[in-house]
């Protein structure tokens, strides 16, 4: 699924013209991508929890030549599932 199949579902269920419903879409992705990037955490009950949490550095390793490259800290995105998604993920 890309973003064009969740803006044609939003503006079906909703009724909205498809102009209307990607201006909506864009705009929730636009504030998810905000408060993550702030570093807050996001609850979306029934759907899961977006998170960032930080990233150990380490060492890793180059595929072509076999040497070792140390790898920075950083930070990662986590997502969680919620209990009614992982229990409708889960039937199928």
Do not use: C, H
Request: aromatic share 4%.
């Amino acid at each position: 699924m890309i973003k064009l199949d969740i803006v044609n579902r939003v503006a079906e269920k909703t009724g909205v013209p498809k102009q209307k419903a990607e201006q909506v879409v864009d705009a929730l992705f636009n504030a998810m991508k905000d408060a993550l990037a702030d570093g807050n955490r996001i609850e979306l009950r029934g759907f899961g929890v977006f998170v960032v949490k930080p990233r150990k550095r380490g060492i890793g390793r180059n595929p072509r030549t076999g040497k070792e490259v140390p790898i920075p800290a950083g930070k990662t995105i986590r997502f969680k599932p919620g209990k009614e998604l992982q229990a409708k993920t889960s039937k199928k």
